[in-house]
């Protein structure tokens, strides 16, 4: 797994119920492969400043294969490793876990095709049923309230908890696997058992609004996305304005990211990044659509290479960015595989936008603040950007 470099949220689990990862809230980001030193040659550690990416990931190896010779857990020994080493973003992963990211990167998860949502009251509501999968087949529909997962209560629950629990644990819940899910609509209460069964999401989706303005939705950048952004820039009305819509979205494959920068931009820098203080630099290919009026969309959950992507146009003057202060996720992770076949990341490095601005803990400050009118903020913001006088 050397070789890629990993943009990606914490991740921390609870033992003996171990939440897994949400792909709608937590993805794990590679760049293009081979960008970065391999994580898996020692280093020589310096007198002074932090040890080299290299000598931390043979320190968390080293503790792993200690404790697999001494017969205790190496997740657990790899886990203390990485505390140790006070990495922000640092996290382990287990076999099943990373072979979910894998997964959620092609555009797949194993569920029940399920989207939630906690209502005012407590209750978590669901708020979408995909298609052809298992809650569509047994009738669930939107607006019904979820009561409950496999006898579990979930009102009060965080959302991403009650979806972990749809889920299941990453290592124990492979498709085909029950979920007994408690339901209520209106005066009707019932259980419904379902079927775990991999499913495909739709990461870009396009819709039309009034004024030719189109509106590109960008969920994660999983592999596809850019293209699918592309397509969706061409097919667009002449002379209408483009809503990038990249709230919620948690990240995913930065270059998709980058593809994504190249539909709006004719080349030129995208961001720079350095690994152990090596500067490197990501850049847009040329013959994007740099005339059409263009708004991103952000918020507190706009992460990663969603946030690298925002300060690409906003830095290059290509995007009104509305909305609210993102996330602030901007270092750069490497993955090693351990002995017993769990995954260790640790931060190699940082981000910076062409103008330099440094994203990790800080986000990127939109250029006109909006909540929950920010769609609407938008259309009125493209209709003064189109207008030629």
């Excluded at 657990?76 to 382990?92: L, M, N, P, T, Y």
């Excluded at 750069?332 to 062409?354: F, I, K, N, W």
């Amino acid at each position: 797994m050397s070789g890629r470099d990993l943009f990606c949220p914490p991740r921390r689990t609870r033992r003996g119920a171990a939440l897994t990862l949400v792909f709608a809230g937590v993805l794990m980001a590679g760049a293009a492969t081979g960008s970065f030193p391999d994580a898996g040659q020692p280093a020589r550690r310096s007198a002074a400043g932090p040890a080299p990416a290299a000598t931390r990931h043979e320190d968390v190896r080293r503790a792993a294969a200690e404790a697999m010779a001494d017969g205790t857990s190496p997740m657990e020994a790899a886990e203390r490793a990485v505390s140790r080493s006070g990495d922000r973003w640092g996290a382990v992963y287990s076999e099943g876990e990373y072979q979910e990211f894998q997964e959620a990167l092609d555009g797949r998860y194993t569920g029940v095709g399920l989207s939630a949502a906690r209502a005012q009251d407590g209750r978590i509501e669901v708020t979408r049923v995909q298609s052809g999968s298992p809650a569509a087949a047994a009738g669930i529909r939107a607006g019904d309230v979820l009561s409950s997962v496999d006898g579990s209560k979930v009102d009060g629950l965080p959302v991403t908890e009650v979806v972990s629990l749809l889920r299941g644990d990453a290592d124990d819940a492979p498709a085909g696997t029950s979920v007994t899910l408690g339901l209520r609509r209106g005066t009707r209460a019932w259980t419904e058992t379902l079927h775990r069964a991999s499913l495909s999401t739709d990461s870009v989706t396009v819709h039309r609004l009034p004024d030719g303005v189109t509106a590109i939705k960008i969920a994660a950048f999983t592999r596809g996305s850019g293209d699918a952004v592309r397509e969706a820039v061409r097919e667009a009305p002449a002379g209408g304005g483009i809503i990038l819509d990249l709230r919620g979205n948690s990240g995913g494959l930065v270059t998709e990211a980058v593809d994504t920068a190249s539909a709006f931009l004719d080349g030129g820098l995208v961001a720079t990044y350095d690994v152990d203080g090596a500067q490197r630099a990501l850049r847009a290919d040329s013959g994007g659509d740099t005339v059409r009026p263009l708004v991103a969309l952000v918020d507190g959950g706009t992460m990663s290479a969603a946030e690298m992507l925002t300060g690409a146009l906003q830095d290059r003057g290509r995007a009104v960015v509305i909305g609210c202060r993102t996330f602030g996720k901007g270092s750069v992770q490497m993955p090693t595989r351990l002995p017993d076949g769990s995954v260790a990341e640790l931060t190699v490095g940082h981000y910076r936008t062409p103008l330099g601005h440094a994203v990790d803990g800080r986000g990127i400050t939109p250029d006109l603040e909006a909540g929950t009118g920010a769609l609407q903020r938008a259309e009125t913001v493209l209709t003064g950007l189109g207008d030629p006088s």
